[in-house]
């Protein structure tokens, strides 16, 4: 059983460019949810997804970033016109229920570091 | 506004004693806690939880501790190895934090053989 995989692992861009991290859920799970991890910090809670809808995105900056979770694929963090600021570790997790009624844990990816130069 | 701390950004231990990982919440509504475990290049994996109608939950080497008056929890690990050297964040979830789990700073502990 594959656990939750995330692609790249790193990723390398140029300010004002766009960034696209992918990230696949445990199969069976239809809930999705991102993270970011700045350097020396926790991990801050940015959107959570369940399939074609954004259940909370109460973490996400409001502006330049948007994210997705289509009916098939994967789902997408998109960082459009990347700042420095912006260089962070993305993690994803899934879970097979909504974690509040169900007390679930969380199931992690690997991560995308992002890297704006 | 962070509502779940780990005060302590390190703890330093030698092998075969008693590792304690502290954390502290504020949000009351907050009722269900859990540890997790993260590695270098890693994404956090589960350690385990413990719901807010218990005090107390053992699995193996590790024991949670939830003190609800005082809105703290407190990981150990006995006896602390080596390869419990990481990275360890307590986390919150429930209440009107609904669908999303709330993560402290993390606390890197150093297990010395």
């Not at chain 1, 994803?92 to 992690?108: G, M, Q, V, W, Y």
């Not at chain 2, 950004?9 to 009351?28: H, K, M």
Request: a positive charge.
């Amino acid at each position: 059983n594959a656990g939750v995989m995330q692609n790249p692992r790193h990723l390398v861009r140029r300010r004002g460019q766009e960034a696209r991290l992918r990230c696949s859920p445990m199969k069976g799970h239809s809930h999705v949810y991102w993270y970011r991890q700045l350097p020396e910090e926790g991990l801050k809670f940015m959107v959570y997804l369940q399939k074609e809808n954004i259940i909370d995105e109460s973490g996400m900056p409001k502006e330049r970033f948007s994210a997705e979770f289509p009916k098939e694929g994967p789902s997408i963090l998109r960082i459009q016109q990347v700042v420095r600021g912006d260089s962070a570790a993305y993690f994803c997790a899934s879970s097979p229920r909504s974690i509040s009624a169900t007390n679930e844990k969380l199931f992690f990816g690997s991560g995308t570091q992002l890297s704006v130069l | 506004d962070q509502q779940v701390k780990q005060n302590s950004p390190s703890l330093s231990v030698q092998e075969g004693r008693i590792s304690i990982l502290n954390c502290d919440y504020t949000n009351s509504m907050f009722d269900y806690f859990l540890w997790y475990k993260k590695y270098p290049a890693e994404g956090p994996t589960f350690l385990i939880s413990i719901s807010s109608i218990k005090d107390k939950n053992e699995d193996g080497r590790f024991t949670v501790f939830l003190n609800k008056s005082a809105k703290h929890l407190s990981l150990h690990i006995v006896p602390s190895q080596p390869g419990d050297s990481a990275v360890y964040f307590c986390a919150a979830g429930g209440g009107t934090s609904y669908g999303k789990l709330t993560f402290g700073q993390g606390t890197i502990l150093t297990v010395h053989p």
